[in-house]
C-alpha cells in the first residue's frame, strides 16, 4: 500500500466490468452509485391467504383446464402437457431443396419439441420454499421423470442432440399465470443458445495455470471451469448463500446480472445431469433449493419473484462420462430494493450491455444477513 | 408442389428457428399459436392530456432537477450531465500488479466514461412522433454534438476504443422516469457486449456467393451484411414498415425478438456514423423515424412504449473509409396486444432462447395497416 490509495482500482468503489467465462459477456458494475445507506424494504410484509385449495385455479386437482379437460386429483406431483406449447411434437416437415446456396440472412429451420407443465404439490398455497424437503425430492423426481421419456421421444424420431430445459416462472411479475406451486418443461429437438453457448465454453475451457490439487477435476480428469469456480468461491466465501455438505454452493456469481442472482452448482464432483444424482445428492439439492427461497422470500417480506432453470447435459443422453455438462440452477429475480421497485433490463443494457449498481459482494452479504426462518411463519400465519 | 403440402415446411404454420446473423443467436418461432384470428385493439385510446409545461417536471425549462441545478430556458434542445450516473469520467484508477495469471473466472477491470440527458424539446407534452421534422433534425444535431465531444474527452485519457451509446427508454414501462421527450447518451472507454458482438459479424461477414450487382457495397467496395441484408429487404418488401427515398429503410427484421421490433437503416450506402450524414440523409433519417413512431403509437392508441438506440462507428473516430459500422436504429417494444398487454421475456427466454408467436412479417403487415397519421390528431386533440 503506498499513499496512492485514492486512485488504486477498488471494485467497491469504482465504476468497472466484470467477466462472465461462462457465456464469454460482461456486465458493467456502477458500485458508487450504492454509496447512500441501504434503506431495507419499507412496505408491510405480504401475507396473501391463499386458500389451500381454489375452484378458480387450472392447476388445482380435480379442476378443470381451459381446454376442457379435467386434472386429477393427484396427490404427488401431476404433469401434463402444455395446453398451448410453444413447440410441436408432430414429426419435422421436410424442407425444399434448393439449387441456390442458403442465405445467411434469411435462414429458417423447422425445429419441434414439447411443452409440459409440472405441478410441484396439490397444495395451492404452497411454494418450493414453503413445502418439506421430500416433497422437493419428489418433484426432482418428476423433473427426472421427464428427462429420461423427453429423452425417448427426441431418440425414436431425431438424429440430432436435443435439449430439455426445466424451468420456473414465479410471480405474477414474471409473467406466471396462476399462484398454484408449478413449474414447465419445454424439450427442443436442438440445444437453444444460451446452454449452447455455456457448453461451448465448458468444452473449450484452458485454465491459465494448472488449479490447485484440492480442485475437483471434471469426469475427464481435466479442469472444469464451472467445477473449478465452484471451489474457488467455497473457498473465497464472499459471495456464498448457502453450502450444503452433500456438494451443493448457492453463490451470487462474481458476474451476477440480476440484482440477486443466485448460481445453485456442485462443488465436489462433475453431474452431468440429474439423472447422476445420489441419493444424497438430490435431498441436499431439495434441502438448499428450499433454503435458497427462504432466504429469497425473507429479503423484502414477500413471496419473491424469479425465473429458475436448470442447465444440464444435452438429450438424447450420451455416454455420462463422456460429458462436458455440470448440472446447475439459475435463478433470475427482478426485484431491487422492495417487494414493488424492480429492475428493467432496458436502454442501455439492451443497447450496449447489461448493467448492476449492488456489487454480488453486497447482495450476498444482504442474503447471508436474513433469517433462516420464513417471514410468515415468524408472523404466525397458519402452514 | 406435390401433394405433400401438409408435411412441407411452411413458416407461417410451423414451428422453427430464425438466425441473426448480426449477433449470431436464434429465434424461436411459434407461428401456429397465432392461429386465432387478430383481436386488435379493444381499449379506449390513450388521451392524457399533458400540460405544455409541468412545474413537477425536472427536464421542463427553468425547472431546478433533485441536484439542485436549474435547467435553463432552453428553446431547442438541451444536454446536460446525469446528476446519478453509471459512469464516472474521473482518471482511470490503476490496478495492482500481480505476479500470479489473471484468473479468467474472477477478472474485472475498471472502466471510465460518462452519462448525458438530451432533452428533445422544451414542451412537455411533445413526443418525437409528434414533433416536427425540423425538431427531429434538431435532435440529431444534438446526438452529432454529443459524439465529437465525448470522442475528444476519450481521446484525451485513452488509447483505447470506446463507445458512446445513444438511447431513449420511452414510457414507464420501459423504466422511464418522465414523459418529457428526452433521450440518454452514454460513452464508456470501451465497446459494450452489444455493439461489440455486432461489429464483429460485419467484420467477418463473408457472402455464400457474389450478391448482385444491384446491392450496394461497402466503403471498401466488398459486399457488406447489413447494406446486402438492407437491399433485400427492400426488394423482398413483406418485412419493410417504411422506406424513405434519401436511403432509409424500416423494417421489422427477419429475426425479430420483440413483437414489433423494427431495425432503421440506411439501403443505399454505407454511414459508418451520424457524422457522415448528408443534410438530405438526416431530413430523411427524421421523417422516417417521425413516421415509424407514429405508426407504433396508431397500433394500439396508445404512447408506445419503447428503448430505441442507435448503433453506429467506436470511438475516437477513426479513419471512416476504413470503418465496418453501419449507423442504424433499434427499436424494442415491449407491447404485444394492447397497450397494456406485454411481452415478458422470461422462464424459457432467459433460460433457453428468446422466442415469439407472431411472425416478423405478420407485425410488419400489422404496422402497416395503421394510419399514417397519429390517432390523437384524429379525435381532435389539440396539439
Ligand atoms: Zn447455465
Ligand atoms: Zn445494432
Redesign the interface.
Known amino acids: 500500500m503506498s499513499g496512492?490509495e485514492s486512485?488504486?482500482?477498488?471494485?467497491t468503489e469504482?465504476?468497472?466490468?466484470?467477466?462472465n467465462?461462462l457465456i464469454g459477456?460482461?456486465v458493467?458494475?456502477?458500485p458508487?452509485?450504492t454509496k447512500r445507506p441501504w434503506k431495507g424494504q419499507t412496505e408491510a410484509p405480504v401475507l396473501a391467504q391463499l386458500p389451500k385449495y381454489d375452484a378458480e385455479c387450472y392447476l388445482c386437482p380435480g379442476n378443470t383446464r381451459s381446454g376442457g379437460i379435467q386434472n386429477p386429483k393427484y396427490q404427488d406431483t401431476y404433469v401434463f402437457d402444455n395446453d398451448?406449447p410453444?413447440?410441436?411434437s408432430s414429426?419435422?416437415?421436410?424442407?425444399?431443396t434448393s439449387s441456390?446456396?442458403?442465405?445467411?440472412?434469411?435462414?429458417?429451420?423447422?425445429?419441434?419439441?414439447q411443452c409440459k407443465v409440472i405441478c410441484y404439490h396439490p397444495r395451492h398455497d404452497l411454494t418450493l420454499a414453503r413445502m418439506e424437503v421430500d416433497d422437493i425430492v419428489s418433484v426432482i423426481d418428476g423433473w427426472k421423470g421427464i428427462y429420461i421419456e423427453e429423452g425417448s421421444m427426441l431418440r425414436e424420431s431425431s438424429s440430432s442432440e436435443g435439449?430439455v430445459?426445466i424451468?420456473?416462472?414465479r410471480g405474477s411479475m414474471?409473467?406466471a399465470s396462476a399462484p398454484h406451486p408449478h413449474g414447465?418443461v419445454?424439450t427442443?429437438s436442438?440445444v437453444?443458445?444460451?446452454?449452447a453457448t455455456e457448453l461451448h465454453h465448458l468444452a473449450t475451457y484452458s485454465?491459465?495455470?494448472t488449479p490447485p490439487a484440492s480442485h475437483p477435476r471434471g469426469l475427464d480428469g481435466k479442469p472444469h471451469?464451472l467445477l473449478?469456480?465452484a471451489a474457488?468461491e467455497v473457498e473465497r466465501k464472499e459471495r456464498v448463500v448457502e453450502l450444503d455438505e452433500s456438494g451443493w454452493v448457492a453463490v451470487v456469481p462474481?458476474w451476477a446480472v440480476w440484482p440477486f442472482e443466485i448460481l445453485l452448482l456442485p462443488y465436489k464432483r462433475q453431474i452431468p445431469s440429474i439423472l447422476q444424482l445420489t441419493p444424497e445428492e438430490q435431498e441436499g439439492l431439495a434441502r438448499i433449493m428450499k433454503k435458497v427461497l427462504v432466504r429469497y422470500d425473507n429479503l423484502f417480506s414477500c413471496p419473491f419473484p424469479y425465473?429458475m432453470?436448470?442447465?444440464q447435459a444435452p438429450l438424447p443422453p450420451i455416454d455420462p462420462t463422456k460429458e462436458v455438462a455440470q448440472t446447475h440452477f439459475?435463478f433470475?429475480p427482478p426485484l431491487l430494493r422492495s417487494a414493488s421497485v424492480r429492475k428493467?433490463?432496458?436502454?442501455?443494457e439492451?443497447?450496449?450491455?447489461?448493467?448492476r449498481?449492488l456489487t454480488a459482494e453486497q447482495a450476498a452479504t444482504r442474503l447471508r444477513d436474513v433469517s433462516e426462518v420464513h417471514y410468515a411463519e415468524k408472523v404466525g400465519v397458519d402452514q
Not at 469504482?14 to 467477466?19: D, G, L, Q, S, V
Not at 414429426?91 to 425444399?96: D, I, M, S
Not at 428493467?344 to 442501455?348: A, E, K, Y
Open positions: 496512492q486512485t488504486e482500482f477498488d471494485p469504482h465504476p468497472h466490468r466484470r467477466f467465462p459477456k460482461h458493467l458494475v456502477s458508487h452509485r398451448f410453444a413447440l410441436l414429426p419435422l416437415p421436410t424442407q425444399r441456390e446456396p442458403p442465405n445467411p440472412m434469411f435462414t429458417s429451420s423447422p425445429v419441434r419439441g435439449h430445459q424451468f420456473e416462472n414474471m409473467g414447465q419445454w427442443t436442438y437453444p443458445d444460451e446452454p485454465p491459465p495455470s471451469l473449478s469456480y474457488e462474481f425465473s432453470g436448470l442447465h439459475h433470475y428493467f433490463l432496458v436502454g442501455f439492451m443497447m450496449g450491455e447489461v448493467q449498481d
